[in-house]
T-cell receptor, first 112, second 115 residues
Framework: GAGVSQTPSNKVTEKGKYVELRCDPISGHTALYWYRQSLGQGPEFLIYFQGTGAADDSGLPNDRFFAVRPEGSVSTLKIQRTERGDSAVYLC??????????FGPGTRLTVL | AQKITQTQPGMFVQEKEAVTLDCTYDTSDPSYGLFWYKQPSSGEMIFLIYQGSYDQQNATEGRYSLNFQKARKSANLVISASQLGDSAMYFCAMREGTGYSTLTFGKGTMLLVSP
C-alpha cells in the first residue's frame, strides 16, 4: 500500500517568505507527527496530531510555526517569515497504534 | 541530560561480519519503547526493530537483534552478516509512556560496510 507522502520534496525560499509543507499519512492512521532534522542530527519533534487536534505542540520552536490537520488526514506545516535557521529536512510520520511510526521521505527546506 | 545517547559517530565493518551499534537511554518512566531506524542517503527513515520495556526477550527481526539490558539502560542494535546495503545512518529512539507519544532520537551512527 501507499506510504507516507510529503510535498514538495525540495523547497527553496528567501528569508522572510511564507512556506507550506504538506504531509499525506498512510490511510487510516490516526496519529500524525512532524519532526525537523538538521544536518548531522537526529530528528527533533515539532508537533503531534491525534485525529484533527494537536495533541502536543510543545516542539514548535516559536509562533512562526503552525500546523493543521483539518479533516484528520492530510496535514500542513506552515512557517511564516522564514529564517535561514529554519533550513532543515522536515519529516512527517504516521502511526495506527502506539507501535512504530512510518516516516515519509521528507521535505528539504532551504532558506536563502 | 540527553535522553538517547549514541556514542559512535561512525562505525566500519567488513561485509558478512557482525556489528554492534550502541545506544543508551535515560527515562524515569517505567513504561517505554525503544526503536531503531535506518536512514540511507535517500533520506527516508526506515523502521528496523522495536523493544518494549516490559518485553522479557530481546527483539529480533531477521538480521537485526536488539541487545536490551534494562538495568544498564542500554539498547544496542546488532546487525549480523553485514551487507553493502546496510551502509547508512542508524538512529536509536525512545517513546515514553503507554499511549501515543513522540519519539526522541539520538544523534545517530554512520555505518559503512566495506567489501
Amino acid at each position: 500500500g501507499a506510504g507516507v507522502s510529503q510535498t514538495p520534496s525540495n523547497k527553496v525560499t528567501e528569508k522572510g517568505k511564507y512556506v507550506e509543507l504538506r504531509c499525506d499519512p498512510i490511510s487510516g492512521h490516526t496519529a500524525l507527527y512532524w519532526y525537523r532534522q538538521s544536518l548531522g542530527q537526529g530528528p527533533e519533534f515539532l508537533i503531534y496530531f491525534q485525529g484533527t487536534g494537536a495533541a502536543d505542540d510543545s516542539g514548535l520552536p516559536n509562533d512562526r510555526f503552525f500546523a493543521v490537520r483539518p479533516e484528520g488526514s492530510v496535514s500542513t506545516l506552515k512557517i511564516q517569515r522564514t529564517e535561514r535557521g529554519d533550513s532543515a529536512v522536515y519529516l512527517c510520520a504516521s502511526s495506527l497504534r502506539r507501535g512504530e511510526q512510518f516516516f515519509g521521505p521528507g521535505t528539504r527546506l532551504t532558506v536563502l | 541530560a540527553q535522553k538517547i545517547t549514541q556514542t559512535q559517530p561512525g562505525m566500519f565493518v567488513q561485509e558478512k561480519e557482525a556489528v554492534t551499534l550502541d545506544c543508551t537511554y535515560d527515562t524515569s518512566d517505567p513504561s517505554y519503547g525503544l526503536f531503531w531506524y535506518k536512514q540511507p542517503s535517500s533520506g527516508e527513515m526506515i523502521f528496523l526493530i522495536y523493544q518494549g520495556s516490559y518485553d522479557q526477550q530481546n527483539a529480533t527481526e531477521g538480521r537485526y537483534s536488539l541487545n536490551f539490558q534494562k538495568a544498564r539502560k542500554s539498547a544496542n542494535l546488532v546487525i549480523s552478516a553485514s551487507q553493502l546495503g546496510d551502509s547508512a545512518m542508524y538512529f536509536c529512539a525512545m517513546r515514553e509512556g503507554t499511549g501515543y507519544s513522540t519519539l526522541t532520537f539520538g544523534k545517530g551512527t554512520m555505518l559503512l560496510v566495506s567489501p
